[in-house]
């Protein structure tokens, strides 16, 4: 059965890489894309690699119609989804890229992204679209709230630790490095290719970032008590990916083996054997993620390093994972794509 999809959000990278995947996907079906500072333009006029595809062209959102369609990708940036998505026929399924129904508590929001929750009714309905540990509700829902990337690689690292009490709680470090497209494509000084080249530096340090709110939410669930991870993440000058050093405390070996057990039957994530750590090279383009183990010179420590593609696994890859089990279809339709190597 086909499914017509529309994408809110499409000139944007992760619009382009919904396209990008959805293009090799068997049973969907792009029938509106929307763009509004492009509206009017076709697709292949914004982004060039996508100039061979039969598409629709890019339409504002208001001039959109919503009926007969199955799903709709709102690839908005934040803050924008709440009011889009409630104006949304409330037969529609919705898979939401941005971070506006991440948190479930309103506070936690308010908290993290400066302003009151304007849709708290939608925000209570949401599931959370990490796929591995939600599947069920996610095969159920209406409405599922993307994560963050850089949140979901910390979560594969991680989760199943916390899950199986086989590491401290209270000495968790993330070291993340993230590829410059984590950070869109609205024009920004630091994004400049002059000013971000050749170099790399830390970004919202010392507790500030927003997907410590995921962290904190994810993670404590998981704990049955309060969890808190000293995050810093690192702005790398390449496109694509992201690769998380975690230190924590606990038996390597352990930690090797609950990882590989947990995984086990999971397509897209895949353990490495006990010494061997991954690269973001590995998994660029991708809906994979690899993880690592290797112990420490320091008994009773491990370093646990998890890599995936951002704009895939980490956001629009995730997005299909998840409306394939909404929509009923194969989990894997359209995502096993190898990797873009070299």
């Known amino acids: 059965m086909i499914n017509k999809v529309a994408i809110l959000g499409a000139s944007g990278y992760t619009g382009a890489e919904l396209v990008r995947l959805i293009a090799t996907h068997p049973t969907l079906e792009i029938v509106g894309l929307s763009g509004d500072r492009k509206a009017g333009l076709s697709l292949g006029e914004v982004f060039p690699h996508l100039r061979h595809m039969a598409l629709p062209r890019l339409q504002k959102i208001e001039d959109m119609t919503f009926e007969g369609l199955d799903l709709v990708f709102c690839a908005l940036p934040h803050a924008t989804s709440q009011a889009v998505i409630s104006e949304l026929p409330r037969n529609l399924k919705i898979v939401d890229l941005s971070a506006d129904f991440r948190l479930r508590d309103p506070a936690a929001y308010e908290k993290w992204y400066g302003k009151a929750h304007a849709a708290l009714d939608l925000q209570a309905e949401a599931v959370y679209g990490l796929t591995e540990f939600y ?196 989990e894997t339709a359209g995502l096993m794509l190898a990797p873009m190597f070299p």
């Open 135 to 330: 599947r069920d509700d996610i095969t159920r829902a209406r409405l599922v709230a993307g994560t963050g990337c850089n949140a979901a690689a910390g979560q594969y690292a991680l989760r199943p630790l916390i899950d199986a009490r086989v590491i401290g709680l209270d000495d968790i470090i993330i070291d993340l490095k993230a590829g410059v497209s984590g950070a869109g494509r609205s024009l920004k000084e630091n994004l400049l290719h002059a000013e971000l080249s050749e170099g790399t530096a830390a970004y919202s340090a010392g507790g500030t970032h927003r997907h410590l709110g995921e962290f904190d939410q994810e993670f404590s669930k998981a704990a049955g008590r309060p969890v808190m991870v000293q995050f810093t993440p690192h702005l790398l000058p390449m496109n694509r990916g992201i690769l998380a050093t975690v230190y924590v405390s606990g038996d390597p070996a352990e930690i090797h083996a609950t990882l590989v057990k947990r995984y086990d039957d999971e397509v897209f994530i895949q353990v490495l054997p006990f010494g061997m750590l991954p690269a973001t090279r590995d998994v660029r383009g991708s809906n994979f993620v690899h993880i690592g183990v290797i112990g420490d010179r320091m008994p009773g420590r491990a370093t646990v390093v998890a890599v995936l593609d951002n704009l895939a696994k980490g956001s629009s890859g995730q997005a299909i994972q998840n409306a394939n089990l909404m929509l009923g279809a194969e």
